[in-house]
């Protein structure tokens, strides 16, 4: 919007083949974000910061749990 971009026409086609894609894991979400001016001139600047670093901080605790399916599947393999 701050931008004045003009909307592409809709798609009736997939849209696999185009250029852009959205970030396949949390850490290229948080890296993208934290790369946007724009985004953090619409939020704040602290606010993204913040708010990247609370979703920095979930994912590091996220990876430390060892899942069921790890439990059931990989520790059977030890």
Do not use: G
Not at 7 to 13: E, L, Q, T
Not at 39 to 55: I, R, S, Y
């Amino acid at each position: 919007m701050m931008e004045r971009l003009k909307p592409s026409d809709p798609m009736d086609a997939s849209a696999w083949a185009l250029d852009h894609e959205l970030p396949r894991h949390l850490e290229d979400a948080i890296s993208r974000m934290r790369a946007c001016d724009s985004l953090a001139e619409v939020l704040w600047p602290q606010f993204v910061k913040a708010f990247c670093a609370v979703k920095e901080l979930e994912y590091a605790t996220y990876n430390r749990v060892i899942s069921s399916w790890e439990r059931e599947h990989l520790l059977l393999l030890v």
